[in-house]
């Protein structure tokens, strides 16, 4: 039996990596097949794809799916730095970082915010256990206050909260799910990846080794009891026509750059996606309540990313010839003529 093909004419194999080298049952190998999903489904080119890390068990990930694809497994943290030269380098890349929340939260803390605050066009997906899994388990930044670890210490420090940084920084994507959610992740990787500018993913991804115990608020079980959707989302790629059964109140449909479409149909909440300042509070009240908020929490569809207001041309800039990137005799002589 032939396989069946996506609109480029790949099968779903060409979206898979080399055989995962995690612990059976991790989150991130969840994460994997959700990623390997929803760029078989999107049809992207293998060889437009730049898949970037920096150390982790998280930070492995990308070894996982489109092994054609191109990728950079960077120093610990640097994975937005990275990504930013590369971006600049070749606009026509399909930019996809995969990080650890101590790869974000703790080392890369200061990367993460620059690469927001600058809008660089790239999906950045969080694989969040709250644990620093490869080195054996130490608290990460986003460990919550009180959290147990395997062997009883108790964390006493206040947790960052990835997608409160990057909603205080205006990030223009801003996102969180769960890693056992299959049907809500999808869309939001395809919706992240259409989306022009940093798409902030934050996906809640439990470690089965050192970190899914009782007393811990990253595992399984407590993800499973405690997760508040604020609302379904649905995305629909701009090569599909877009058929809604509108009713009133009940469905928000968004346009991205790219002409794909996010449809959310609202939940018990009215959370609308446009209002960073509701999205806030969102978050606060789900953080007292000892609630995990999943969905989509704040799109900006109006922002520029880095590239464009660089004024970074659309073609690849080794492609430039010489005689593009260097100013003429005329232009270097009034360039010159301004420092007489
Ligand atoms: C500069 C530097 N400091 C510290 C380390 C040690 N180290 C490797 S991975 C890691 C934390 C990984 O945690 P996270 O990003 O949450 O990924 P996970 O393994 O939990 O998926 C640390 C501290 C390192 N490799 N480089
Ligand atoms: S140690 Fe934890 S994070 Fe690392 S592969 Fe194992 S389960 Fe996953």
Redesign the pocket.
Known sequence: MSATLNRIGLPRDAYKGAATTLCAGCG?NSITNHLIKALYELGIEPHRLAKMS??????KTPAYFVEAAHGFNG???RMPALTTGAQLANRQLIMLGV??????A??GLGQFMHMIRRNIDCTYII?D?G?????KG?F?ATADLGSVQKKGAVNTFQPIDPCAVALTLGCSFVARSFSGDGKQVVPLIKAAIAHRGTAVLDIISP?VTFNDHDGSTKSYSWVKDHEESIADVSFIPFYEEVHVDYEPGTIRDVELHDGSHILLKKLGEDHDPSDRRGAMHVLEEGRSAGHLVTGLLYLDTTMEDFATTEHIPERPLKDLGEDELRLTPDQFASFISEFA
Do not use: A, P, R
């Open positions: 991130h920096g150390i982790g068990c998280s930070s120093v610990h943290g990080s650890g929340d101590g790869d974000t703790s080392i694989e256990n644990t620093y899994g490869l080195t130490q990460s470690c």
